[in-house]
């Protein structure tokens, strides 16, 4: 299982990567193209919003999956160590509540607008809201798992 993590991780870092050199690209070009020739590419701006919404997932997902996303640990840190179990698998039953919500309303909007073009690049619209839905769909995935393996500890009595 932790094989198929780290492929999914290293795919995930590339994509990742391979959207950040596309948005550095498309940016650096844009700004030497308005400061030098006076001009610019106007579909440089819808692209990198693109690449924006794309980052913004992916890059949730590397955090989450190395554990360096925000943590608010101050309740936990009140609370006695024995019921921390609690506090752990309630805060994962609320995220994969909440990620089916956001997964649900993003493929309703992803529907709504799948026709829909881009003024400038005439891009799909969709594209943004599929950044949505796959991530929420990956975050979902991981919370869903992290929470059976709270589960099946707990009932083994092997969680501390």
């Known amino acids: 299982m932790e094989r198929i993590g780290a492929t999914v991780d290293k795919i995930v870092s ?3 990567a391979l959207v950040l050199l596309f948005m550095f690209t498309l940016i650096f070009l844009n700004v030497v ?4 020739f006076l001009t610019g590419l106007p579909i440089a701006e819808e692209l990198a919003r693109f ?3 794309w980052t913004t997932f992916l890059g949730a997902f590397l955090a989450v999956r190395e554990d360096r996303h925000i943590g608010i640990t101050g309740l936990k840190g009140m609370i006695d160590s024995r019921h921390h179990r609690i506090i752990d698998r309630v805060t994962y ?3 994969v509540i909440i990620l089916m919500v956001v997964l649900v309303g993003a493929y309703e909007i992803f529907i709504a607008n799948i026709g829909g073009r881009s003024p400038v690049s005439g891009a799909p619209v969709a594209i943004g809201f599929l950044s949505i839905m796959t991530g929420s769909a990956i975050l979902l995935t991981v919370f869903i798992t992290r929470l059976y393996v709270l589960m099946v500890r707990s009932k083994r009595g092997t969680l501390q």
Do not use: I, N, T, W
Request: hydrophobic share 60%; net charge positive.
């Open 33 to 36: 193209l308005r400061y030098v």
């Open 51 to 53: 690449g924006f919404l």
């Open 93 to 95: 039953a609320l995220k």
């Open 14 to 16: 590339s994509a990742l």
